[in-house]
Nanobody, 127 residues
């Protein structure tokens, strides 16, 4: 079963930083856009960041813009999500996912456009 592999979650104090990693299988790397989603308890899964494999352009939703950065390491076939100035409301399970298009869908319901998912990594922001 094809699966992306997330790592890097944990417990951090408000204002702290974490870097999440998403390992991508080789056959997906060149042809799939990778997005990051998160799901807080009792809430819908939401798309937060994406980087198009066609244009290289990153996208971030407003709630994380200026604090989160998405990047790709071609040598490691890994997509990173650098998260700075974390807030308690960032607490969630974070998932990476692969989409065969290049448009970086992040709107509500966009998760249906992604074909492959990781198992998720927990991020908890608390003092």
């Amino acid at each position: 079963q094809v699966q992306l592999v997330e790592s890097g979650g944990g417990l951090v104090q408000p204002g702290g930083s974490l870097r999440l990693s998403c390992g991508v299988p080789s056959f997906l790397w060149a042809h799939y856009t990778i997005g990051w989603f998160r799901q807080a308890p009792g809430k819908e899964r939401e798309g937060i960041s994406c980087r198009s494999h066609l244009t290289g352009r990153p996208w971030h939703v407003d709630s994380v813009k200026g604090r989160f950065t998405i990047s790709r390491d071609n040598g490691q076939r890994t997509v990173y999500l650098q998260m700075n100035n974390l807030k308690p409301e960032d607490t969630a399970v974070y998932y990476c996912a692969a989409d065969g298009g290049g448009a970086c869908p992040l709107a509500p319901g966009a998760e249906n456009e992604y074909d492959y998912w990781g198992q998720g990594t927990q991020v908890t922001v608390s003092s």
